[in-house]
């Protein structure tokens, strides 16, 4: 179970310093582990190496809603782990890691014929951003890149009204921002502490959003780790 400085804390790692709310209403896309799955990360420890691998992710919010994009399936890259260490804050042990996308690609597509996009369409190819940071505790994750995340490379106009936000954004030189939380059944503390062989899968919640400063983006953080605070309290 989160301890109540368990989560003060990974909120405080996640929003570091976040002083204002964009006046605007913004632009985002939800994204979690799919429905008929039970899990849609998987930490693999290699010889002391890293890899978070990712499957079994769907679109479930957007704003503007509803939109074509729900649902629709949304492939993160492969991410490396560095700089794995250990850390205690207000009594309570942490693990913390660099990452760093493997194939840099992040994808999303179409779940069902919409207009004249099919099912099975890539609807949106953005490169990620690395250097992101991933705090550890006993079962959970916490990831914040409190910088440009994304830079879509393709997409299909006139698909998603979100979508073309996104694109929109970019053109006006907003910034893209990615960050995610998430829980396992095992303890990927454990795992990572030891540096033993071995993997540890778990579920997900993120958020991609277009707003004019990075550092305001990181409420997502505060958000998603709120819930699995409240979550585990409970």
Request: charged share 10%; aromatic share 8%; net charge negative.
């Amino acid at each position: 179970m989160l301890s109540r400085k368990m989560c003060l804390f990974v909120t405080a790692v996640v929003c570091v310093a976040v002083f204002s709310v964009p006046t605007f209403a913004t632009t985002t896309l939800g994204f979690s582990t799919g429905g008929t799955n039970n899990f849609s990360w998987t930490v693999t420890l290699t010889g002391g190496a890293g890899v978070l691998s990712f499957e079994n992710n769907e679109v479930d919010t957007s704003n503007p809603a509803p939109d074509a994009v729900l649902n629709d399936r949304i492939n993160l890259p492969s991410m490396s782990l560095t700089n794995i260490q250990s850390v205690n804050v207000f009594g309570v042990d942490f693990i913390t890691a660099t990452l760093a996308p493997i194939t840099s690609t992040l994808t999303l597509i179409a779940d069902i014929d919409t207009g004249a996009v099919l099912a099975g369409t890539n609807v949106m190819t953005a490169t990620v951003g690395s250097g992101g940071f991933l705090t550890v505790g006993t079962n959970f994750i916490a990831y914040s890149n409190q910088q440009d995340d994304l830079d879509i490379q393709s997409h299909e106009a006139g698909y998603s009204a979100v979508i073309d936000e996104f694109v929109a954004w970019e053109n006006q030189g907003f910034g893209l921002d990615m960050s995610f939380g998430g829980d396992s059944s095992t303890s990927l503390f454990l795992l990572l502490g030891a540096l033993n062989d071995g993997s540890v899968s778990g579920t997900l919640s993120g958020q991609i959003v277009a707003a004019p400063e990075p550092a305001t983006m990181t409420l997502l953080g505060i958000g998603g780790l709120s819930l699995l605070c409240r979550r585990k309290e409970t």
